[in-house]
């Protein structure tokens, strides 16, 4: 089975609310322990998460391997005050800021670092990203800091413009990705970036009554043309199912994800082999050695 290249172990795919109370206090070990297991259940032998607030990706690193799975975690995700991201990490205002959650991440033996740079989608609205993505320039300087770190970087983007912003400014992974053009994909195989699109977070949705099917088959099918193109243009890509997020769950999200790619792109030659490169490129970016006398974690 493939490993899954983008999961929120501290969600559940069903409540998000209720999942994250659970964690409030500390993170939920048993919790953990049963998307874990649903891991294992599957196949699921590799899994990077996408950060929170809560400590639950680091505790689950720690006990990953009793269900043979490696498990790479970014600690949290780093937004800027005011933007998305405030579900999944922590928040700056300066640059100063953000270098310090940075060497945070490295205090608590992160394996990258996961940036935001723009919103999510409008499920109510196609064509649409939420919110205003960062600046160019702030992006490069985010970029640059991570990379000076010693660390490789994980960009949560979407949005054509907002992603050729993130990997010419050294994006290694771009997450999401949705409303891409044939400039921005171009990008993206230019600087070899793996390009991990959640497909399923849109396609799962559809049925739940919780927005309307004729907005989100709309947005499928963009999300189709883009992976077409991207396969075309040889853009590096990777499973990753956003697992957690609603109605994608531990598990059978990259299962699902797995059965969206090839409905979309079965047709296409050596697909597998072209996803196992995406997630091999993946497995041998995001993760950093730490020399014995840095301290533990101290989140």
Not at 63 to 92: D, L
Not at 112 to 127: A, E, P, Q
Not at 223 to 246: F, N
């Amino acid at each position: 089975m493939f490993g899954e290249c983008h999961a929120h172990i501290f969600m559940d795919g069903v409540d998000y609310k209720k999942a994250a109370q659970a964690h409030c206090d500390c993170p939920d070990e048993k919790l953990i322990r049963q998307h874990l297991k649903q891991y294992q259940e599957k196949g699921v032998s590799f899994v990077r998460d996408g950060g929170d607030r809560y400590g639950a990706g680091v505790l689950a690193r720690s006990i990953a391997g009793e269900y043979g799975i490696t498990y790479r975690t970014p600690v949290y995700a780093i937004h800027k005050k005011g933007h998305y991201g405030q579900i999944v990490g922590k928040e700056f205002e300066t640059i100063k800021e953000y270098a310090d959650l940075v060497r945070g991440v490295r205090q608590n033996r992160g394996d990258f670092v996961k940036i935001m740079t723009s919103g999510i989608l409008d499920f109510n609205d196609h064509g649409t990203v939420t919110g205003k993505a960062l600046e160019r320039k702030e992006v490069f300087s985010m970029v640059k800091i991570a990379h000076e770190e010693g660390f490789h970087v994980m960009v949560h983007v979407n949005g054509p413009q907002a992603v050729i912003d993130a990997v010419e400014a050294g994006a290694d992974s771009i997450e999401h990705g949705n409303y891409q053009n044939e400039e921005s994909l171009s990008c993206m195989a230019e600087h070899k970036a793996v390009w991990v699109p959640t497909v399923v977070t849109v396609t799962n949705l559809i049925g739940s009554k919780r927005y309307e099917d004729e907005v989100l088959y709309k947005i499928m099918e963009t999300q189709e043309e883009s992976l077409h193109c991207g396969y075309e243009k040889g853009v590096l890509m990777a499973l990753g199912s956003d697992a957690g997020a609603y109605r994608v769950l531990h598990g059978q999200g990259i299962v699902d994800e797995y059965t969206q790619f090839h409905r979309i792109l079965g047709e296409c030659p050596d697909l597998d082999e072209q996803l196992k490169a995406g997630e091999e490129r993946i497995r041998n970016l995001f993760q950093r050695d730490y020399p014995l006398q840095e301290q533990k974690a101290v989140y």
